[in-house]
Each structure stands twice: as C-alpha cells, then as structure tokens.
C-alpha cells in the first residue's frame, strides 16, 4: 500500500471532532413570544440548552424562554429563584445534537408571524 494510501486511510479512521451548533437567543423572551433564534458554534464539551422560567405573584404570571449551550452539570436542573418581585420555577433541558433545542411554546408560531406581518407592514410605509 502506498504512503499516500496509508495517510489517507489513517485520517479517515481518526475521530471527527465536530463542533456542536445549538440555537441561542440574545436576551431572554417572554412569553407568548420566542426569542429570534441564532446558530452558535458551542465550546467543546457543551450541550445545547433550552430553559423555561416561570414566575407567578398572585394572578400574575411570566413566562420566560432562553436557549444556548450549556455545561453537562447544568442539564436537567430544576430549581427556585427571586428575581424582579416575583418567585420563578426554572427547568433546564439538553440536547446533544445539531440545533436540537428549537423547542417553543405552542403560541410562538402564531405571534411570530404576526410580529412579521407588522414588520413587513411597517416597512412598507
């Protein structure tokens, strides 16, 4: 077998080191809206995350949305936390593959295409 061959052959057996692409969004949204969603290469050893917070004081409630990558330990959190006045439920879930955290609400699609409807319409004028 020749040299060339053998190299070639060497490079195909070596494991890929492929980069993760998870979606993430600039700043958290709320809910019924989702966020404007961007690919990112994640650092080696992260997962993609999607995380849901809900926070409730009496009848009012928020909902917010955040996706990007995210260290193994932190996948599968669920937990508390006090922030802006009101009590908020978080639950972190991953993914390991290519832009697997593209989950949203079950309104987002309707509200996205409203939000693009009035900016077309916007721009128009």
């Known amino acids: 077998m020749s040299k060339l061959c053998r190299a070639l052959l060497f490079l195909c057996l ?3 080191a492929v980069p993760l ?3 993430t969004c600039v700043f958290p949204t709320i809910s019924p809206l989702d966020c404007i969603r961007f690919p990112m290469k994640c650092p080696p050893g992260q997962l993609c995350l999607s995380s849901r917070a809900v926070g409730e004081r ?3 409630r928020v909902v917010l949305y955040e996706k990007s ?7 599968g959190l669920t937990g508390e936390k ?3 006045g009101l009590n908020f439920t978080f639950t ?6 290519h832009l697997c955290n593209t989950a ?6 309707y509200w996205r295409g409203m939000l693009l409807t009035l900016l077309i319409s916007y721009s128009v004028w």
Request: aromatic content about 12%.
């Open 69 to 75: 990558c995210v260290l193994p330990p932190l996948c």
């Open 21 to 23: 692409f998870c979606y």
């Open 104 to 109: 949203t609400g079950p309104t987002a699609p």
């Open 14 to 16: 070596l494991p890929a």
């Open 82 to 84: 006090y922030a802006m």
């Open 58 to 60: 009496g009848d009012f």
């Open 92 to 97: 972190n879930e991953c993914c390991s593959t």
